[in-house]
T-cell receptor, first 113, second 111 residues
Framework: DAGVTQSPTHLIKTRGQQVTLRCSPK?????VSWYQQALGQGPQFIFQ???????QRGNFPDRFSGHQFPNYSSELNVNALLLGDSALYLC????????????FGPGTRLTVL | KQEVTQIPAALSVPEGENLVLNCSFT??????LQWFRQDPGKGLTSLLL?????REQTSGRLNASLDKSSGRSTLYIAASQPGDSATYLC??????????FGKGTRLSVIA
């Protein structure tokens, strides 16, 4: 049973560019949440997708957008990259209707130069 | 606004010691609390999940307790090993809303 997978593993971009990160949830899960983790900090919630709709959003600017596909996989897009966007981006999957643990992927390390 | 605090921020212990990591949260209206382990530059591994109706959970050498009324949780690690060295994160969750994390405790177990 495959767990949560994310791609790419590492990414280097320059300021002003755009980036797309991808996540495939654990088999059977229908909800994907994205978190940003800056160095030395706990993860911060970006947004959550269920039934291909953004259900909740954290305190992140509109430069951060996402999408969920019919197979429950998800993308995180960041436009007009800033140096401060450098972080580990984590994807978590879960069942929307069940109070259960969220399963996290290995993350994508984004470096903005 | 829910806030999660973890104390201490860093801890170094000799191998074999028992240790306790602390987590406190400001809003007791939670559905569950999770403890995660994170190795440097890696993703999160769930260690223990405690539902709001539970007082504790155990897995091997790990034991987590929850006192919802006082907004506190502890993670007890017995007979620590060098392989336990990692950052331990505490997170609380109201139902269907995102996890709120603490900043973590960085643990070093010295052989």
């Amino acid at each position: 049973d495959a767990g949560v997978t994310q791609s790419p593993t590492h990414l280097i971009k320059t300021r002003g560019q755009q980036v797309t990160l991808r996540c495939s949830p654990k088999s059977g899960h229908d909800t994907v949440s994205w978190y940003q983790q800056a160095l030395g900090q706990g993860p911060q919630f970006i947004f959550q997708y269920y039934e291909e709709e953004e259900r909740q959003r954290g305190n992140f600017p509109d430069r951060f957008s996402g999408h969920q596909f019919p197979n429950y996989s998800s993308e995180l897009n960041v436009n007009a990259l800033l140096l401060g966007d450098s972080a580990l981006y984590l994807c978590a999957s879960s069942f929307y209707l069940v109070r259960d643990t969220q399963y996290f992927g290995p993350g994508t390390r984004l470096t903005v130069l | 606004k829910q806030e999660v605090t973890q104390i201490p921020a860093a801890l170094s212990v000799p191998e074999g010691e028992n240790l306790v990591l602390n987590c406190s949260f400001t809003d007791s209206a939670i559905y569950n609390l999770q403890w995660f382990r994170q190795d440097p530059g890696k993703g999160l591994t769930s260690l223990l999940l405690i539902q709001s109706s539970q007082r504790e959970q155990t897995s091997g050498r790990l034991n987590a307790s929850l006192d919802k009324s006082s907004g506190r949780s502890t993670l007890y690690i017995a007979a620590s090993q060098p392989g336990d060295s990692a950052t331990y994160l505490c997170a609380v969750s109201p139902f269907r809303t995102p996890l709120v994390f603490g900043k973590g405790t960085r643990l070093s177990v010295i052989a």
